[in-house]
């Protein structure tokens, strides 16, 4: 690679290196040019970065990998220029690995919930049938590839979510997205319902006001509505149950609203705005279900894991 080439890399990596500090809201860096990175997690798990060349494939060969399961979308390829053809082709070749593709978009929490149910079952069912070491993987994996590995071994692992995450932590810093497994794990217990929120940004001195995270994940914006009769900005709009962080950018800044619900400052000095929504019937099944599952500590008993494992085993796969 020639000095510009590296030069480049280097940009991109500061590029994508900062866009995940203000998406994840925590201090994280990835540097592509320095090859792929990985840490075992469990002596027949793996979470790292993304492979670059199909080079990388051997080098997870020797270390006893049998399958490769990449979450990368495919704009995350391109952007670092990985040409993933190659790789699953010389995998393919080699007939002692299996490479395999579940994506979930970067930088969106509320995508990873609604994904991890299907990327899971198909995580479940590869490791039954290669066995041996998995290596999961995202681009920097810091953060998709981490949170599937911890449903992993919440759901079919006997983990509680706590103690897979603090094991996880303590052989990988990273930032998985607790929330979402917690919500993804209601959701196959209880279903998927719906409510309507209605979030203000209560001044109208301003010509932009949007919000980022919610159910559309960092990347993206939704503009609010100016009430001029009422001199506020206003967003209505339909969410699954759950907790939702998510900030407003106004005339480009982002920032916090200091009349919602703003979450505790973490260790780097960010907070966001959340809004929970939650069924109406806080005393019925559903809801006391949710509750226990969506909390500090989420548990699941014996009847919650047969429940799971059955679902992921009946989900219908895919071929890729």
């Given at each position: 690679m020639s000095g510009t080439d590296v030069e480049e890399e280097e940009e991109k990596s500061e590029?994508?290196?900062?866009?995940?500090?203000?998406?994840?809201?925590?201090?994280?860096?990835?540097?592509?040019?320095?090859?792929?990175?990985?840490?075992?997690?469990?002596?027949?798990?793996?979470?790292?970065?993304?492979?670059?060349?199909?080079?990388?494939?051997?080098?997870?060969?020797?270390?006893?990998?049998?399958?490769?399961?990449?979450?990368?979308?495919?704009?995350?390829?391109?952007?670092?220029?990985?040409?993933?053809?190659?790789?699953?082709?010389?995998?393919?070749?080699?007939?002692?690995?299996?490479?395999?593709?579940?994506?979930?978009?970067?930088?969106?929490?509320?995508?990873?919930?609604?994904?991890?149910?299907?990327?899971?079952?198909?995580?479940?069912?590869?490791?039954?049938?290669?066995?041996?070491?998995?290596?999961?993987?995202?681009?920097?994996?810091?953060?998709?590839?981490?949170?599937?590995?911890?449903?992993?071994?919440?759901?079919?692992?006997?983990?509680?979510?706590?103690?897979?995450?603090?094991?996880l932590m303590s052989k990988r810093s990273s930032f998985p997205k607790l929330n979402a497994i917690k919500s993804a794990t209601a959701d196959i217990l209880t279903g998927l319902r719906k409510k309507l929120v209605t979030l203000k940004w209560e001044n109208n001195n301003y010509s932009t006001v949007e919000i980022s995270g919610l159910d559309i994940g960092w990347g993206q914006r939704i503009p609010l509505e100016l009430d001029e009769d009422r001199k506020f900005w206003i967003l209505k709009r339909e969410l699954l149950e759950g907790v939702y962080e998510y900030k407003y950018i106004v005339d480009g800044e982002w920032t916090v609203n200091k009349y919602e619900l703003i979450t505790t400052v973490n260790k780097d000095g960010h907070t966001n705005n959340y809004v929970e929504v939650f069924d109406d019937d806080n005393g019925s099944g559903n809801a006391v279900l949710r509750k226990r599952l969506t909390g500090d500590d989420p548990v699941l008993t014996r009847e919650d894991r047969l429940k799971i494992r059955k679902s992921l085993e009946t989900l219908p796969g895919d071929e890729e």
């Open positions: 590029i994508y290196s900062h866009n995940m500090t203000e998406a994840m809201g925590a201090v994280l860096t990835y540097r592509h040019e320095l090859g792929m990175n990985y840490n075992f997690i469990r002596p027949d798990l793996i979470v790292g970065s993304c492979l670059q060349t199909p080079g990388d494939v051997d080098k997870l060969r020797k270390i006893g990998v049998k399958t490769v399961f990449c979450l990368q979308q495919d704009p995350d390829l391109e952007y670092f220029g990985v040409d993933i053809s190659a790789i699953r082709d010389y995998a393919k070749a080699c007939g002692d690995i299996q490479h395999l593709r579940a994506r979930i978009r970067d930088f969106d929490s509320f995508d990873l919930r609604i994904q991890l149910p299907a990327v899971v079952s198909k995580l479940h069912k590869a490791i039954n049938q290669n066995g041996g070491v998995t290596y999961i993987h995202c681009t920097a994996g810091l953060g998709r590839a981490p949170a599937v590995a911890l449903a992993y071994m919440f759901w079919v692992q006997g983990y509680k979510l706590n103690e897979a995450h603090d094991l």
